[in-house]
């Protein structure tokens, strides 16, 4: 089964802190993706890479930017952590191709941002 | 600009009546369509996907969704509803375009309570 794992489940943050979130999936996917959920919002996309050290800003890029070192992890940064940034966090990978096929999920990173 | 619309928050439904859950989209040229679905605490799971061919796909847990070009929908139904399908079901398109790289655009999410 594709796995992807993302390292924290639930965080905790002050203000102007500097928050990473990690993102590892198994199934050597090019394409890694982050979206944030919001209640009524669904799910927006803030960045996503299709290859090593390459990355696109999505609808939301605003406050957050991103890493791609190696395939398999994709990382997702706040530099300086604020209280509208307060949400879930889901990290997804897919094949380069697969604007026919579907994404593979992790389990959420809840951040909360006090 | 690519865009789906859920026009529910909510549908209630008793279990072993039939669900629908509506979805409509907006996307130049022909769309991939998608349906997840997610669980508390939990992150989203595939059900199913329409690519080409048959207007009617069929998914996971018995879920099957309807394409139909000329209404722009793409709503997922069920036969008979079962109370472990209470969970939030999200609908999602995708450009079919060469330059598309796999992201998906999608709509803000119903939630779903099945009542025994």
């Known amino acids: 089964d594709v796995k992807v794992t993302q390292s924290s489940r639930y965080l905790v943050k002050r203000t102007g802190e500097k928050v990473f979130l990690e993102c590892v999936q198994d199934m050597d996917h090019e394409n890694m993706f982050w979206y944030r959920q919001d209640p009524g919002l669904g799910l927006r996309l803030i960045y996503f890479s299709y290859d090593v050290k390459m990355k696109e800003k999505g609808d939301i890029p605003e406050g957050y930017s991103v890493s791609r070192e190696k395939k398999e992890r994709f990382s997702l940064i706040l530099e300086s952590a604020s209280t509208n940034q307060t949400s879930m966090y889901l990290c997804?990978?897919?094949?380069?191709?697969?604007?026919?096929?579907?994404?593979?999920f992790g389990e959420g990173s809840r951040l909360t941002v006090l | 600009a690519q865009s789906v619309a859920q026009p529910e928050d909510q549908v209630n439904v008793a279990e072993g009546n039939p669900l629908t859950v509506k979805c409509t989209y907006s996307v130049s040229g022909n769309p991939y369509l998608f349906w997840y679905v997610q669980y508390p605490n939990r992150g989203l799971q595939f059900l199913l996907k329409?690519?080409?061919?048959?207007?009617l796909v069929k998914g996971s847990y018995g879920f099957e969704a309807e394409f139909n070009k000329s209404q722009t929908s793409f709503h997922l139904k069920k036969p008979s509803a079962l109370v472990s399908d209470s969970a939030l079901y999200f609908c999602a398109v995708s450009q079919r375009s060469s330059s598309n790289t796999g992201k998906l655009i999608f709509g803000q999410g119903t939630t779903l309570q099945v009542k025994p």
């Open positions: 997804a990978s897919s094949f380069r191709l697969a604007n026919t096929g579907e994404l593979f």
């Open positions: 329409y690519i080409t061919g048959d207007n």
